[in-house]
T-cell receptor
Framework: GEDVEQSLFLSVREGDSSVINCTYT??????LYWYKQEPGAGLQLLTY?????DMKQDQRLTVLLNKKDKHLSLRIADTQTGDSAIYFC????????????FGKGTKLSVKP | GAVVSQHPSWVICKSGTSVKIECRSL??????MFWYRQFPKQSLMLMAT?????????EQGVEKDKFLINHASLTLSTLTVTSAHPEDSSFYIC????????????FGPGTRLTVT
């Protein structure tokens, strides 16, 4: 079945860039998402990318997609302590009308 | 932006009792809603797809008689955990598609269920 893999932890210093990586197995993935979850809270959509795109930039966030390798990354520039959270990679074949397949999440810790 | 609410945000119940969790789309209609379950330090796992006006579709391994889903209106879906046991303790999150050809789903803030 479909699978989404992420590293579980990442620790960076404030002001540095963070790069969170994700791999997926479903070649039919059309939409790829990054969600942020703060402690005890629900999910906040950070950004998304369509499978026919290689890169998307949105302020401090840059998403890179290597469709051949089924590899997705999220780069956060100038990481702040408020960026500390769990980041989930997710994929979907059908976008909003279908369920999302999530990775286990990467816990980002930002040290001052 | 569209908002999805859940109620309650947390609940503690005794083993054997039933608990109802509500998921509401506040400013848009949702003919479909998704119910996920999240264990500590784990990913979200889809439990079921709630469909307005018809039966819910459950994922493999999810007991439909234990997790009752009712999509009563275009803005409300409920998940009832019947005869709850401690192993049902988890974080339950619902989501609703934004509709049309949009890429986005809106997630509720989640409900923390603790069964003692």
């Amino acid at each position: 079945g479909e699978d989404v893999e992420q590293s579980l932890f990442l620790s960076v210093r404030e002001g540095d860039s963070s790069v969170i990586n994700c791999t997926y197995t479903d070649s039919s993935s059309t939409y790829l998402y990054w969600y942020k979850q703060e402690p005890g809270a629900g999910l906040q959509l950070l950004t998304y990318i369509f499978s026919n795109m290689d890169m998307k930039q949105d302020q401090r966030l840059t998403v890179l997609l290597n469709k051949k390798d089924k590899h997705l990354s999220l780069r956060i520039a100038d990481t702040q302590t408020g960026d500390s959270a769990i980041y989930f990679c997710a994929e979907s074949e059908t976008g909003s009308q279908g369920n999302l397949i999530f990775g286990k999440g990467t816990k980002l810790s930002v040290k001052p | 932006g569209a908002v999805v609410s859940q109620h309650p945000s947390w609940v503690i119940c005794k083993s054997g009792t039933s608990v109802k969790i509500e998921c509401r789309s506040l400013d848009f209609q949702a003919t479909t809603m998704f119910w996920y379950r999240q264990f500590p330090k784990q990913s979200l796992m889809l439990m079921a797809t709630s469909n307005e006006g018809s039966k819910a579709t459950y994922e493999q391994g999810v007991e439909k008689d234990k997790f009752l889903i009712n999509h009563a209106s275009l803005t409300l879906s409920t998940l009832t955990v019947t005869s709850a046991h401690p192993e049902d303790s988890s974080f339950y999150i619902c989501s609703a598609p934004s509709g049309g050809y949009s890429y986005e789903q809106y997630f509720g803030p989640g409900t923390r269920l603790t069964v003692t």
